[in-house]
């Protein structure tokens, strides 16, 4: 019976804005239970980077796990040889240099007819219209699944992710999920025999290339979608947020004294569009006289290990200038998220500077509403530029 203390938490204000509480959890229950999460959180940022590579303790195998029932077991819900024979398989889809030397120029083409197309309209919302857009698109490439439309990308992503993040078991966010993973297995039956005949740099191609189990290249399809369209999505249309309400900052990008690369780095350290992770535990271990037991599941909370007091000077406020080097929005062990690199070169090398380059006069109309712990970003963004 494990002893960590116990703590509560009201889920919708949590969903509305986790980091008071995840404030008072660093500070006073850095390790604690949550019963209606039936997890325990660990939530400053040294406890998790250094306890997420101890797969031998804390395992991403969850056979119970939501995601693992109702996705599949995907290479991140593997350890050790298992996880790596996948994640090398996927390789030549992800490295940077195929980011750079293959996906950088379809990234820049998706993103040239967006922007012609929303131009003339003179606003928009921009989760949306524009940020769901470009991500199902973007997907659709790096996935292989171009048979489908970037709505329906977008809507098997968040079927999957709120079914991924269900823990109330509500029964009509689960049959939603199965719904949405069943349309994805079609897809992929479809374009199978193609990618056969005539293989590409998708993640479905290379998997097929790399002689994977279909269940693997199945899961593993499921994963990226989840995952990749709703953080592409929640993190540019965030950083736009962020720029466009921190003027100061944008000027910093402008004026060349920071990189959008430093924006993307600071605004995923201080909003974390995943800004959790779960765990298994595998054997019984004591962390900080707190004992853990096989079976009990932990949730590595990067959304607080990203605001840890002991580790950034601004915790709690968007300043480029700060060192955020110690944040962890893609992970810190083996399972360090393996579209980073897409994901950082889309937004901050291609989509954002785009935009404020060509939408003069890009402002706000009204404050966006944020949701989310597990997964967060903008839930509606209006946004009006000039069109001259």
Same mark, same amino acid.
């Given at each position: 019976?494990?002893?960590?203390?116990?703590?509560?938490?009201?889920?919708?204000?949590?969903?509305?804005?986790?980091?008071?509480?995840?404030?008072?959890?660093?500070?006073?229950?850095?390790?604690?239970?949550?019963?209606?999460?039936?997890?325990?959180?660990?939530?400053?940022?040294?406890? *998790?980077?250094?306890?997420?590579?101890?797969?031998?303790?804390?395992?991403?195998? @969850?056979? &119970?796990?939501?995601?693992?029932?109702?996705?599949?077991?995907?290479?991140?819900?593997?350890?050790?040889?298992?996880?790596?024979?996948? %994640?090398?398989?996927?390789?030549?889809?992800?490295?940077?240099?195929?980011?750079? !030397?293959?996906?950088?120029?379809? $990234?820049?083409?998706?993103?040239?007819?967006?922007?012609?197309?929303?131009?003339?309209?003179?606003?928009?919302?921009?989760?949306? &219209?524009?940020?769901?857009?470009?991500?199902?698109?973007?997907?659709?490439?790096?996935?292989? +699944?171009?048979?489908?439309?970037?709505?329906?990308?977008?809507?098997?992503?968040?079927?999957?992710?709120?079914?991924?993040?269900?823990?109330?078991?509500? #029964?009509?966010?689960?049959?939603?999920?199965? &719904?949405?993973?069943?349309? *994805?297995?079609?897809?992929?039956?479809?374009?199978?025999?193609?990618?056969?005949?005539?293989?590409?740099?998708?993640? +479905?191609?290379?998997?097929?290339?790399?002689?994977?189990?279909?269940?693997?290249? %199945?899961?593993?399809?499921?994963?990226?979608?989840?995952?990749?369209?709703?953080? +592409?999505?929640?993190?540019?249309? !965030?950083?736009?947020?962020?720029?466009?309400?921190?003027?100061?900052?944008?000027?910093?990008?402008?004026?060349?004294?920071?990189?959008?690369?430093?924006?993307?780095?600071?605004?995923?350290?201080?909003?974390?569009? *995943?800004?959790?992770?779960?765990?298994?535990?595998?054997?019984?271990?004591?962390?900080?006289?707190?004992?853990?037991? #096989?079976?009990?599941?932990?949730?590595?909370?990067?959304?607080? !290990?990203? %605001?840890?007091?002991?580790?950034?000077?601004?915790?709690?406020?968007?300043?480029?200038?700060?060192?955020?080097?110690?944040?962890?929005?893609?992970?810190?062990?083996?399972?360090?998220?393996?579209?980073?690199?897409?994901?950082?070169?889309?937004?901050?090398?291609? $989509?954002?500077?785009?935009?404020?380059?060509?939408?003069?006069?890009?402002?706000?109309?009204? @404050? #966006?509403?944020?949701?989310?712990?597990?997964?967060? !970003?903008? +839930?509606?963004?209006?946004?009006?530029?000039?069109?001259?």
């Amino acid at each position: 019976m494990q002893n960590a203390p116990t703590y509560d938490l009201d889920l919708a204000e949590f969903w509305q804005d986790p980091y008071p509480e995840l404030k008072r959890l660093r500070a006073d229950f850095p390790i604690a239970y949550v019963p209606q999460l039936d997890a325990t959180l660990i939530t400053r940022r040294d406890d *998790i980077f250094q306890n997420e590579k101890r797969v031998e303790v804390f395992s991403s195998d @969850q056979p &119970d796990g939501l995601m693992q029932r109702l996705m599949g077991q995907n290479m991140m819900r593997k350890d050790g040889k298992d996880h790596m024979v996948e %994640r090398k398989a996927i390789y030549p889809s992800v490295s940077p240099k195929t980011v750079t !030397g293959h996906w950088q120029e379809r $990234f820049q083409s998706l993103t040239n007819e967006l922007l012609d197309d929303m131009f003339p309209l003179g606003q928009a919302d921009m989760v949306r &219209d524009i940020a769901r857009r470009i991500s199902g698109e973007v997907l659709k490439a790096m996935t292989g +699944l171009t048979n489908i439309t970037w709505e329906e990308m977008d809507r098997v992503s968040q079927g999957m992710i709120d079914g991924c993040a269900n823990y109330v078991g509500d #029964p009509e966010v689960e049959a939603r999920c199965h &719904d949405c993973t069943s349309a *994805i297995d079609d897809y992929i039956s479809d374009l199978m025999p193609v990618y056969a005949e005539a293989p590409d740099h998708s993640l +479905l191609s290379v998997q097929l290339q790399k002689g994977l189990p279909e269940a693997a290249v %199945r899961a593993n399809v499921k994963l990226s979608i989840s995952g990749g369209q709703n953080e +592409l999505r929640d993190a540019l249309a !965030g950083l736009v947020w962020a720029l466009l309400t921190h003027p100061e900052q944008l000027d910093l990008v402008r004026s060349g004294q920071a990189t959008w690369k430093d924006a993307f780095d600071e605004y995923c350290r201080w909003i974390s569009p *995943i800004g959790m992770s779960p765990r298994r535990i595998a054997r019984r271990e004591e962390v900080h006289d707190v004992i853990l037991e #096989p079976g009990d599941k932990v949730f590595f909370m990067f959304g607080s !290990g990203n %605001r840890d007091e002991r580790h950034f000077s601004d915790p709690d406020v968007f300043n480029i200038a700060q060192d955020s080097s110690a944040a962890m929005p893609f992970g810190a062990g083996p399972h360090y998220c393996a579209g980073a690199v897409a994901s950082k070169c889309m937004i901050a090398e291609v $989509f954002v500077p785009e935009l404020f380059d060509r939408f003069t006069g890009l402002r706000l109309t009204t @404050q #966006p509403e944020f949701g989310g712990w597990a997964f967060r !970003g903008p +839930l509606s963004m209006p946004v009006q530029w000039d069109v001259i």
